[in-house]
């Protein structure tokens, strides 16, 4: 099982909008540097709605080979089309990456039976073990706590990242689940929460910007010293908050290229660029956080 700050790593790009592999390399060295237990590449993020199967593909590609033998790589294949979903984590399986994140099926509404035979699908067909995404603020479907307790039972479904942003749903399930299936908390800002009631770590977008001071609340957390845990915590409140004052991951790349990490804030359409005032906010947080002086 991988345990702590778990990244949804940033899919860099050029100002011309291309993908930015030279800067996503050195992201991925500094996460490693910096103890982030796991890259999950070309999630909500990495702006998988926005990128071509092809750069999909090739994300998780060099993620794959550029992390090989140093951190687990967890790649975003889900789909609201249970083939497509298949076939990207077919692909990701090839590349020798370590799971597959699967997110609930947006947009055409399945019901709960229709989201178990999705997931079983993806797990028997894909050839990697799955990890849920539960997000519903962004796909409306919605994996009930019962859904999620038929689908542990598949030796292939290990884990999932609950971004409901519900801490009492989450300790619901984190009570009823089999012992040995991760839960994730979606949410940077109830992730300390969660693994006070035994969620095993963070994927986290917090984490881009702050990868040590997340790792470092994430083992804390899981050694059971709370107090130094809340008190990293503290530091990163305004962070949590502001990286998602517009839609995510534009504050995200607008804070890292202040950082000087990635050439380029630029997002694909249809998110916009960081508005002055989010600017002023983001950079209020990095420097309060002692991420940026």
């Known amino acids: 099982m991988i345990k702590g700050s778990l990244v949804a790593v940033v899919s860099p790009m050029k100002a011309d909008g ?13 996460h490693i540097e910096s103890g982030t237990s796991a890259i999950v590449a070309v999630g909500t993020t990495g702006e998988s709605p ?6 999909h593909a090739q994300l998780i590609r060099v993620a794959a080979e550029h992390c090989r033998g140093r951190v687990p790589v967890i790649a975003g294949t889900g789909a609201n089309s ?12 090839e590349v020798g ?14 019901s709960q039976e229709g989201m178990f035979r999705h997931f079983t699908t993806v797990a028997q067909e894909g050839g990697l073990p799955v990890i849920l ?6 796909t409306v479907a919605d994996i009930s706590n019962d859904t999620v307790l038929r689908l542990a039972a598949n030796p292939n479904i290990i884990g999932i990242k609950d971004a409901t942003g519900d801490v009492g749903r989450g300790a619901s399930l984190l009570a009823r689940l089999p012992e040995g299936f991760a839960v994730y908390s979606g949410n940077d800002d109830s992730a300390l929460a969660l693994m006070a009631m035994g969620a095993h770590g963070v994927i986290s ?4 910007v702050a990868p040590r001071q997340m790792a470092d609340m994430c083992a804390a957390a899981l050694a059971g010293d709370f ?14 908050e502001r990286l998602f004052m517009e839609p995510n991951p534009v504050p995200t790349k607008w804070a890292l290229a202040r950082m000087g990490r990635i050439a380029s804030p630029v997002v694909r359409l249809p998110l916009a660029p960081l508005t002055t005032v989010g600017q ?7 420097q309060s956080s002692g991420v940026l002086a």
């Open 227 to 240: 107090g130094k845990a809340l008190a990293i915590n503290r530091t990163l409140i305004s962070l949590h």
């Open 50 to 55: 926005t990128v071509s199967v092809e750069e």
């Open 82 to 93: 249970t083939r497509e979903a298949i076939e990207l984590t077919r692909h990701a399986f």
């Open 280 to 286: 002023t906010a983001v950079l209020d947080a990095l």
């Open 205 to 208: 977008v917090t984490a881009n």
């Open 97 to 110: 990456v370590d799971a597959s994140l699967q997110v609930a099926p947006y947009y055409n509404k399945p």
């Open 18 to 30: 291309t993908l930015d592999f030279d800067a996503y390399r050195n992201l991925l060295d500094w």
């Open 133 to 138: 995404y539960n997000v519903p603020g962004r």
